[in-house]
């Protein structure tokens, strides 16, 4: 038996997008090739290997379309997607950091009536953390880059775009992803 590696397929929308960029919306190639056999989605691109039953072989999608098109209405509030929408960037400093430095901080302090929301969290480093505490970003003498808001799944999705790393990205999936660079890159 061939050792299949550990693919993960590519969900489109209905209309050719990526269902999802933030995060990118993948599934794993199992659950992909089952929804396919199960005529749920369209089969768009395929990998080189293949997995066989006892009479038939099949080839594992790399790409796969929904039938039905999927309207995202809301984006869910995570620390995820609260980092994406910020970019991995302080709000306070600027700088940008790995996932691991990053903590969030409320703008108006729970202790002092603020909630944790879109509209209250921020991302921040753990320095920029520490420094403001349970102060108001006037008494922690620290200004926001801009304002948190609640972002919409298109939004969310441009932010991700921003920061995905082609490199990391499986080549059949390209022309689903960047159908907008240029040509010649």
């Known amino acids: 038996m061939n050792h299949i590696p550990n693919l993960t397929t590519l969900v489109l929308n209905a209309d050719m997008q990526p269902l999802s960029w933030g995060p990118l919306s993948v599934w794993h190639w199992q659950d992909a ?9 369209s089969q768009v691109c395929t990998y080189e290997h293949e997995v066989h039953s006892v009479s038939e072989s099949f080839k594992i999608p790399s790409v796969v379309a929904l039938k039905k098109y999927y309207k995202r209405k809301r984006v869910s509030f995570t620390r995820y997607h609260v980092f994406l929408r910020d970019g991995y960037r302080c709000q306070y400093c600027g700088d ?11 703008v108006t302090p729970r202790s002092k009536g603020g909630l944790t929301n ?7 480093c753990q320095r920029d953390n520490l420094l403001k505490g349970d102060k108001s970003l006037k ?4 200004r926001l880059l801009r304002q948190p808001f ?12 921003r920061l995905q ?11 689903y ?4 660079s240029a040509l010649d890159e």
């Open 33 to 41: 090739l089952v929804a396919v056999l199960q005529d749920r989605v």
């Open 96 to 106: 940008m950091f790995d996932t691991k430095e990053l903590t969030f901080d409320h």
């Open 118 to 124: 879109w509209t209250n969290v921020v991302t921040s």
């Open 139 to 142: 008494q922690a003498g620290l």
């Open 150 to 161: 609640e972002p919409t799944p298109h939004q969310l999705d441009e932010c991700a775009r």
């Open 165 to 175: 790393h082609k490199d990391v990205l499986h080549e059949s999936w390209l022309d």
């Open 177 to 180: 992803l960047y159908w907008d």
